[in-house]
């Protein structure tokens, strides 16, 4: 690989970083954050174990919420409002 190839790959790289690891948008509607339900990276924000959207690693995961329209949140199936503890062997409750 010549320099000038990798100089490119290393500049295309640190510019897609910052937008991969940012929290999402607020948005414009009344919401909730509700936790349990974001599929595997596809969080809104940051939990104890990652700083940013999109980087949770499990469907359903406690501790990673997403943004809903409020008074939505009870009438998913896993939502909370409050994250859940995550235990020693890495499930919830």
Known sequence: MNV???VATALMTAA???AIAAPAPVPSFHYDRCY?????HANDCQT???????QSTRAGD???WLYVPAGTC????GGSLQPSAINQTGSGR
């Open 74 to 77: 009870a009438r998913i199936i």
């Open 16 to 18: 897609a970083v910052p």
């Open 4 to 6: 000038s190839r990798l």
């Open 62 to 64: 406690p501790q990673s």
């Open 48 to 54: 104890a174990t990652h700083s940013c959207a999109g």
């Open 36 to 40: 349990g339900i974001a599929a595997a």
